[in-house]
């Protein structure tokens, strides 16, 4: 597993997102991370993403997902992510 450089972001209102990415044994990309609570609006999806909640609940498209639970996003689709908890942690993989 290659890790590769952190991601922050930090909104104006003290929102933040902590993101790892790597890539899997499989060669596919990957990230690990962190969102505290609020809406993150990350554009148009250029590739699937299959998002696993590792901890926290989180409103992806629409769609209540808890801790282990996933939810799959498709090309084109738009990504919104509404954190419901204080923190959420993910694994989201790209294929």
Not at 26 to 55: H, N
């Amino acid at each position: 597993m290659k890790y590769q450089k952190l991601n922050t972001y930090f909104g104006s209102d003290g929102t933040y997102v902590i993101s790892i990415p790597f890539v899997v044994q499989d060669g596919r990309d990957a990230t690990i991370g962190l969102m505290s609570k609020g809406t993150y609006d990350f554009g148009v999806a250029t590739r699937k993403e299959t998002i696993q909640i590792t901890s926290g609940e989180a409103e992806i498209n629409d769609e209540h997902i808890q801790a282990r639970q996933k939810a799959e996003v498709f090309v084109d689709e738009v990504i919104c992510i509404r954190v419901l908890t204080q923190t959420m942690s993910y694994l989201c993989i790209y294929d």
